[in-house]
């Protein structure tokens, strides 16, 4: 560390200016340690084995008459407008087994 000590905290206040200027020159310590952690992390990231694998399958619950104007419809259903039309347009059964 430096040999002369910068005073941070004097008369239970904290001098900001001599804070700053020990981050400063420290400046090179703090980027190589961000530098090692970023690139550990980075190599875990790539080289992990994922824990859990997601699929879904969606199957149309059956002939729906109206072509696009019924798939609108049960795209207003999804974010809560209730257009009329029935039940939903959606059979999930991977979900029930």
Known sequence: MNDNKIQIIKDDEIDLRALFQML????KRI???TAVITLIGV???LLATPLY?????M????SNSGGQIS???????????NVG???PSFNIPDIVQ
């Not at 694998?53 to 399958?57: L, P, Q, R």
């Not at 798939?71 to 407008?81: E, I, Q, V």
């Open 24 to 27: 400063w020159n420290d400046r």
């Open 31 to 33: 980027i190589q340690i």
């Open 43 to 45: 190599l875990y990231a």
């Open 53 to 57: 694998k997601s699929t879904i399958t």
């Open 59 to 62: 199957y149309p619950a059956g």
């Open 71 to 81: 798939s609108l419809k049960g795209m207003a259903s999804t974010f809560g407008f």
């Open 85 to 87: 039309g029935g039940g």
